[in-house]
């Protein structure tokens, strides 16, 4: 049985820095895609970032060049290292796994609906 486990949420003040981890048991990191959502209060979830089962990257346009996203098959840790916080940061965190998105071949992030499994999320807070 798979099972996904973030950690590393907390509160931060703008500017500063937050690294996200998701511990994924279970889960054969050498399948699909796996990635981060995130939704705040009165908002859709919506993608982050996300990395395929070859290490290839894609980010949100709003996190782009703040956020890393990486994973360890070894340690079984998905993470994302998020730098210059914005309050428009804030919002509760998920980890997901098991996207059959083709990264290489088709545009965008991979929609929530085609991930197969999801963390209870970590609440980040970002204020001003």
């Known amino acids: 049985q798979v099972q996904l486990e973030e950690s590393g949420g907390g509160s931060v003040q703008a500017g500063g820095s937050l690294r996200l981890s998701c511990t994924a048991s279970?889960?054969?990191?050498?399948?699909?895609?796996m990635g981060w959502f995130r939704q705040a209060p009165g908002k859709e979830r919506e993608g982050v970032a996300v990395?395929?089962?070859?290490?290839?990257?894609r980010y949100a346009d709003s996190v782009k060049g703040r956020f890393t996203i990486s994973k360890d098959s070894a340690k079984n840790t998905l993470d994302l290292q998020m730098n210059s916080l914005k309050p428009e940061d804030s919002a509760i965190y998920y980890c997901?796994?098991?996207?059959?998105?083709?990264?290489?071949?088709?545009?965008?992030?991979?929609?929530?609906?085609?991930?197969?499994?999801w963390g209870q999320g970590t609440q980040v807070t970002v204020s001003s």
């Open positions: 997901a796994a098991d996207s059959p998105f083709l990264l290489k071949v088709t545009p965008g992030l991979p929609p929530a609906y085609t991930y197969q499994y």
């Open positions: 279970g889960y054969d990191y050498s399948r699909h895609c």
């Open positions: 990395i395929d089962r070859d290490g290839m990257t």
